[in-house]
T-cell receptor, first 113, second 114 residues
Framework: KQEVTQIPAALSVPEGENLVLNCSFT??????LQWFRQDPGKGLTSLLL?????REQTSGRLNASLDKSSGRSTLYIAASQPGDSATYLC????????????FGKGTLLTVNP | NAGVTQTPKFQVLKTGQSMTLQCAQD?????MSWYRQDPGMGLRLIHY???????DQGEVPNGYNVSRSTTEDFPLRLLSAAPSQTSVYFC?????????????FGPGTRLTVL
């Protein structure tokens, strides 16, 4: 059974700092990995999707990497801003369960002005 | 293009009542799914559908029914609400083929069962 773990559970940083969020998964037979952002009381917004054959994806100040063999992904946020404050969720689509995303519990990020 | 819409946004039920959570998408996505989000548990898959007339169970299906009569709509029915079903419910959709399958989520329905 696929399990996804996100560390840390919460992170507070000053504005302008570069930061890394971590995601690990137990079954390396994944189809893809997706990072989402969730604002309080809102739905999930997709940030980046990495196919199993890819090593990284970039969008603006966000960079996500994937090391499938070690079961790890990182989300790098450059020059953080107060507007980046949210919960960040990692989810994997496993090769053995083609229709299911397995989610981590998220990292609550607070960027202080 | 409204994306994925859900109604209602908030609902309070008494134990034993039934209700239907509505979900609709206008992106012609074959795949639709329902998740529930609980504190400390993350998001868990309830039911999913890969097209009209085809549904299947996720990891926490008990107490819920679904049907898919059209590509656009995927309602979730609570047959006899229980306090354990207090949660935030999210509907999601994505294309079935192609592989570059970003999931699109609705804004959620916050359900309280008393």
């Amino acid at each position: 059974k696929q399990e996804v773990t996100q560390i840390p559970a919460a992170l507070s940083v000053p504005e302008g700092e570069n930061l890394v969020l971590n995601c690990s998964f137990t079954d390396s037979a994944i189809y893809n990995l997706q990072w989402f952002r969730q604002d309080p009381g809102k739905g999930l917004t997709s940030l980046l999707l990495i196919q199993s054959s890819q090593r990284e994806q970039t969008s603006g100040r966000l960079n996500a990497s994937l090391d499938k063999s070690s079961g790890r992904s990182t989300l790098y946020i450059a020059a953080s801003q107060p507007g980046d404050s949210a919960t960040y969720l990692c989810a994997v689509r496993s090769g053995g369960s083609n229709y299911k995303l397995t989610f981590g519990k998220g990292t609550l990020l607070t960027v202080n002005p | 293009n409204a994306g994925v819409t859900q109604t209602p946004k908030f609902q309070v039920l008494k134990t034993g009542q039934s209700m239907t959570l509505q979900c609709a998408q206008d992106m012609n996505h074959e795949y639709m799914s329902w998740y529930r989000q609980d504190p400390g548990m993350g998001l868990r898959l309830i039911h999913y559908s890969v097209g009209a007339g085809i549904t299947d169970q996720g990891e926490v299906p008990n107490g819920y029914n679904v049907s898919r009569s059209t590509t656009e709509d995927f309602p979730l029915r609570l047959l006899s609400a229980a306090p354990s079903q207090t949660s935030v419910y999210f509907c999601a959709s994505r294309p079935l083929a192609g592989g570059r399958d970003t999931q699109y989520f609705g804004p959620g329905t916050r359900l309280t069962v008393l």
